[in-house]
């Protein structure tokens, strides 16, 4: 067991929540803290973790059911994507041989 103590900056980098969200558990009494001088907040590491590891199985890692779930994108889905991504290259090569054709026609 650690006796490490942490700020509010350190463990909202744990938790991968914001400070803003740190500080709102820590009005509801849900994460455990202490008071240093009436005014500094800071949580003992083994807390933090275990509020952490508690939090994950009650919930369930958010990444392993993103990776469960296999989405097949639709043919219209994909070329939608295409041109949003590519638009920019698209329209750069139709105006290369716009202006190529123009300057064809005007040689010959």
Do not use: C, W
């Not at 820590?26 to 973790?49: C, M, N, T, W």
């Not at 750069?92 to 041989?97: N, S």
């Amino acid at each position: 067991m650690s006796d490490k103590f942490l700020n509010i900056k350190q463990v909202s980098k744990i938790l991968h929540f914001s400070e803003e969200e740190i500080e709102k558990l820590v009005k509801e009494s849900k994460l455990p803290h202490y008071k240093i001088a009436g005014q500094f907040i800071r949580f003992k590491e083994d807390e933090v973790l275990g509020f952490r590891d508690k939090m994950l199985e009650s919930e369930g890692s958010p990444s392993e059911s993103e990776e469960d779930e296999d989405y097949e994108y639709t043919f219209t889905e994909k070329l939608v994507d295409f041109l949003y991504f590519n638009d920019f290259y698209i329209l750069a090569i139709l105006a290369i041989f716009l202006i190529l054709s123009i300057i064809l026609l005007e040689v010959f």
